[in-house]
């Protein structure tokens, strides 16, 4: 097999890799996990978005009902969902349910998660136990299909419709990445106002910061340092991102200190005081003239 760091050679190579992928899981589930974990060995430091073959995941319903939750789940984000049906959802839904929270788990649950809800809008089997995975936060490979697709306008507003603040936080927090720019940067603006204003919301409205400071401040170090991780990008990427999260920083410290002001100005009693150097005259007469 070709070694993760020589990418040429992956690609070549990733329909023969997908096509193992059936027989690894079947492997894994008699007690041999040792093709799933080359499987996993070079799909994930690959940094490829399709690698995994399309017709692989037609016979995904087929692999699910054969393989474990904990199989099932690691294996879900490297399938296209975009030519996936419902049932495939459902087992998914159901195994999420079922596996215990790892850090591994739960970034494999978060990046599948965002795909499905991009390309099943609708799926009864997102529930809010399924989108409350987004508050366990966990870090997202720099190459993410989660994150991609995430960054669009109708799963921001499904988050939005859920009513559930740390929720729509997370979403937030792992849709943000100096790896990603905002295609919907004026619904991400507008969520800020709409959502994190006011008083009561500055320890979210911190948290937000904190993490856009650490976007800015990865962004700061240049572009060769981030193609280390994702060779795809380019300047004009930095350029954009730069502006868009240094303008979401600046909404949220105006919304900080917004309704600090207001409050300030709400206790602060004010004095009035007639100076002792006034003295009163009386008035000269005045004559009416009918």
Not at 55 to 79: D, E, G, N
Not at 84 to 109: F, G, H, I, K, R
Not at 128 to 157: A, E, M
Not at 230 to 249: A, C, E, F, I, T
Request: aromatic fraction near 10%; proline fraction near 5%; hydrophobic fraction near 40%.
């Amino acid at each position: 097999m070709a070694e993760a760091q020589d990418r040429t050679p992956l690609w070549s190579k990733r329909k023969a890799i997908s096509a193992l992928l059936p027989y690894a899981v079947w492997q894994k589930e008699d007690g041999q996990p040792e093709m799933l974990d080359c499987f996993f060995h070079a799909v994930r430091p690959s940094r490829m978005s399709k690698f995994i073959w399309y017709r692989t995941s037609h016979y995904a319903s087929r692999l699910f009902s054969k393989a474990s939750p904990h199989t099932i789940v690691l294996v879900s984000p490297h399938l296209q969902w975009g030519i996936l049906e419902e049932d495939s959802v459902q087992q998914w839904a159901v195994a999420t349910s079922m596996v215990p929270c790892t850090d591994e788990v739960a970034q494999s649950v978060v990046d599948t998660l965002l795909q499905i809800a991009f390309f099943h809008r609708s799926s009864p089997h997102i529930t809010i136990d399924v989108w409350s995975w987004l508050t366990k936060q966990p870090s997202l490979p720099p190459v993410c299909y989660g994150r991609y697709y995430g960054n669009s306008r109708h799963v921001i507003k499904a988050v939005q419709g859920l009513k559930d603040i740390e929720v729509l936080k997370s979403y937030l927090l792992l849709v943000w990445s100096e790896w990603e720019t905002l295609d919907i940067f004026d619904e991400m603006c507008a969520l800020i106002y709409e959502d994190f204003g006011g008083i009561g919301m500055g320890h979210h409205q911190a948290d937000l910061i904190q993490r856009l400071d650490q976007i800015l401040e990865q962004l700061d170090q240049g572009l060769e340092h981030l193609q280390q991780y994702n060779p795809s990008l380019d300047r004009d990427h930095v350029q954009l991102s730069k502006h868009q999260y240094g303008k979401l920083k600046e909404i949220l410290l105006r919304g900080m200190y917004s309704p600090m002001i207001t409050l300030l100005c709400v206790l602060t009693p004010v004095e009035y005081r007639i100076s002792c150097s006034i003295h009163v005259c009386s008035s000269s007469p005045v004559s009416i003239v009918l």
